[in-house]
């Protein structure tokens, strides 16, 4: 299906968080000067105009990545994810990166970022941003065929962020089987899985069956903002390969984004070991 398009749902919670945290491993990798290839296997459109009519249909944002950058005293972990906005907007917030424009603000000369994208509107608009650049590889395929066909990538070390829309029901079931065979592939890489919370518990299965794969240094985290409501009440993310001493910083950023982003709820977050192995 291609009917999704995020540009309703940018800066909302869940991207805060997933951006977040991308940008807090990201950062990580780069600690050494060996190269990196950030691959994302459902790009969309790359940045996105918060001025646009589909943002401004519901003003998402204004409950999300408005409520961070208005906060007191963010933590350490934020960093990386706020120097990326405050250079988009040097003013009043007007554009919200997705994950490839998070990803591209962050990467250094020697690093790539391969995308993958089949919604045209989508596809065009990550053409029109990026598709000059270099370090940037865009690709008309379907993200889970793709990504097998691409790894490993030249890079010993890199970032998979696999974030499907999860409009299909059997995505939850294509997530794990993609991971399994993905880590199989490329064992040095760090996968990070995508998840949303609906009142359907589609995101249990998928962690019940990424719990059994026996994969290394599995690490959980997930934030609640609205558990009332009949929609997307909040979002998570699994990370296979979680760097060193990582798990630290997240465990310090979940609890302040609960408290930001979840002011008139009572929210929850997560941030825990799924594997004893690590």
């Known amino acids: 299906?291609?009917?999704?398009?995020?540009?309703y749902h940018a800066g909302n919670h869940a991207d805060v968080l997933k951006h977040s945290v991308l940008a807090v491993l990201i950062r990580a990798l780069q600690r050494k000067t060996t190269p990196l290839r950030v691959i994302d296997?459902?790009?969309?459109?790359?940045?996105?105009?918060?001025?646009?009519?589909?943002?401004?249909?519901?003003?998402?944002?204004?409950?999300?990545?408005?409520?961070?950058?208005?906060?007191?005293?963010?933590?350490?972990?934020?960093?990386?994810?706020?120097e990326v906005l405050q250079r988009l907007n040097p003013g009043e917030l007007r554009r919200y990166p997705g994950s490839p424009?998070?990803?591209?603000?962050?990467?250094?000369?020697?690093?790539?970022?391969?995308?993958?994208e089949l919604h045209p509107?989508?596809?065009?608009?990550?053409?029109?941003?990026?598709?000059?650049e270099p370090r940037v590889h865009i690709h008309r395929r379907d993200g889970f065929e793709?990504?097998?066909?691409?790894?490993p990538p030249p890079e010993k070390r890199g970032i998979v962020l696999i974030d499907p829309a999860y409009e299909l029901k059997t995505d939850y079931d294509r997530v794990a089987d993609v991971l399994a065979a993905s880590c199989r592939r490329w064992s040095n890489g760090v996968f990070v899985?995508?998840?949303p919370l609906l009142r359907q518990q589609g995101s249990a299965?998928?962690?019940?069956?990424?719990?059994?794969?026996?994969?290394?240094?599995?690490?959980?985290?997930?934030?609640?903002?609205?558990?009332?409501?009949e929609g997307l009440r909040g979002s998570g993310l699994i990370v296979v390969n979680l760097p060193y001493q990582i798990d630290a910083e997240l465990r310090e950023l979940l609890p302040w984004l609960k408290l930001c982003l979840g002011k008139n709820h009572p929210g929850s977050?997560?941030?825990?070991?799924?594997?004893?192995?690590?």
């Open 205 to 229: 299965h998928l962690i019940r069956k990424i719990q059994r794969l026996g994969l290394p240094k599995v690490f959980q985290v997930e934030l609640t903002v609205a558990p009332e409501v």
């Open 146 to 151: 793709g990504l097998m066909a691409i790894l």
């Open 41 to 82: 296997t459902h790009a969309g459109s790359g940045l996105y105009d918060l001025g646009s009519a589909m943002a401004q249909h519901g003003r998402e944002y204004e409950q999300g990545v408005a409520r961070v950058l208005a906060a007191n005293t963010p933590p350490a972990a934020l960093t990386p994810y706020l």
């Open 121 to 132: 509107q989508a596809l065009d608009a990550l053409r029109d941003w990026a598709g000059r």
């Open 193 to 195: 899985i995508w998840y």
């Open 101 to 116: 424009a998070m990803a591209l603000s962050l990467l250094r000369q020697q690093d790539h970022l391969e995308l993958f």
């Open 1 to 7: 299906m291609l009917s999704y398009q995020h540009d």
């Open 269 to 278: 977050s997560v941030a825990v070991w799924l594997t004893s192995t690590r």
